[in-house]
């Protein structure tokens, strides 16, 4: 039995899964339903029990999900295999970031941590909408009509930077002291891509300033985006200052966009802010 990274005290539960197809097909949806606790589909009444397809990616779905508390960790024993990409269906009960993390273990005790980055990859229930790295993948209200709440959970779809190696588990961690995790299905498949629709895959490891411009670069989208020109007024290199320079004429993000180039010592933010004037 393996732990999660610094897990320390943390409460560690050991599950077992069973797979629902073939250790190799191309898409094998995990049956959570014996370790999860009951009670989603009185919060998401449409959701009917069986194999539900979120952007042609199926999940086996029921009235369950796993509930990761805080300062919990949850050990995932999946059926040994390789693949490409391991998708994700959940919701956090609360906001926080950052708030916790998955992560990958091989067989060769390798570890790969995916973390969980509310208004990035997760968001609380309450707060539908477009992530730039997860995608609505249904909605619901909750409550009587006078006074109804929008619902939602999503769909993460992450890279596995170790596709020949064997997947043993998924270890899910919650390092925030409010925010719950709620994990409702997981799919593995040996379908190789960037994006799925128009949200891209969360790629583990990823160079920070990279993961910050493809969160500016997400169309029809704000979420996340004025934190991510802050983050690039600290790490941001002449890289980004294109990227930048064009949020200096978009009303929600011009303030931060010139905040971060102004704090760049580099010529071209200069020049990017100079050429802004007539716009702003």
Known sequence: MRTFRNAGAWKLF???LMPMMPAHAESQPLDLAAISEPGLRACFAAIEPGQLEVDGIPFLVGDERIRVKPGESRHID????TCRTVHFLHFTEHAGDPIGAY???FASEDQVEVPL???LNIQDWWKPGVLPFAAQARSDILGAAEHPQPIA???LSVHNPQPDAQ???IEVCNTHDLAVINLIAITVDDVARDTIGDVPLWVPGMDEERFLLAVLRQPDTQAGK????EELRIIGTVACVPTLAELLSDQPLSHAARLALEAMPYPEAGAALRDALPLV
């Open 14 to 16: 050991v599950i077992a």
């Open 78 to 81: 999946v059926p040994s295999r």
């Open 103 to 105: 992560a990958f273990v």
């Open 117 to 119: 980055r509310c208004g």
């Open 153 to 155: 959970f999503w769909r």
């Open 167 to 169: 997947l043993e588990a």
């Open 226 to 229: 004025a934190q991510a020109c």
